[in-house]
């Protein structure tokens, strides 16, 4: 079994199409109740018989998925790859694709109102 962690907090958690890794998700989301409203990223098992010649066996791999869903597909990157993206992030080179004040607090509401409704079904 795996786990899920924002930082602060973890909880049992198990991907289907990546059984047993640790995830990490934005400590800005909760785990209890969990708010799904994030990417998930994990350590991945090293590269082996990767189908791109340019990654060869041993090669250390990042998984990255959607914590909505549990049989979400995996997407798997080396860490080279992975670090690319999280400079040029933290650059700001994603910003045009970040949300509005308007599309967070959405998200807020929609998050809460599932939460209610988990509730009042149980």
């Not at 640790?22 to 989301?29: A, C, E, I, L």
């Not at 799904?36 to 990223?41: A, Q, R």
């Amino acid at each position: 079994m795996g786990t899920l962690t924002n930082g602060s907090s973890t909880i049992a958690y198990e991907q289907s199409n990546a059984p047993g890794l640790d995830w990490r998700k934005s400590g800005r989301t909760d785990l209890d109740p969990i708010l799904k409203e994030c990417v998930i990223v994990a350590a991945a098992p090293d590269a082996k018989d990767h189908p791109h010649e340019h990654v060869p066996d041993g090669t250390r791999m990042v998984a990255v998925s959607d914590d909505k869903d549990t049989e979400a597909h995996v997407l798997l990157f080396t860490r080279a790859e992975f670090t690319n993206f999280v400079v040029s992030a933290k650059a700001g080179e994603f910003d045009e694709f970040l949300a509005t004040e308007e599309e967070m607090e959405a998200a807020q509401r929609i998050g809460e109102a599932a939460d209610m409704a988990e509730i009042l079904s149980a």
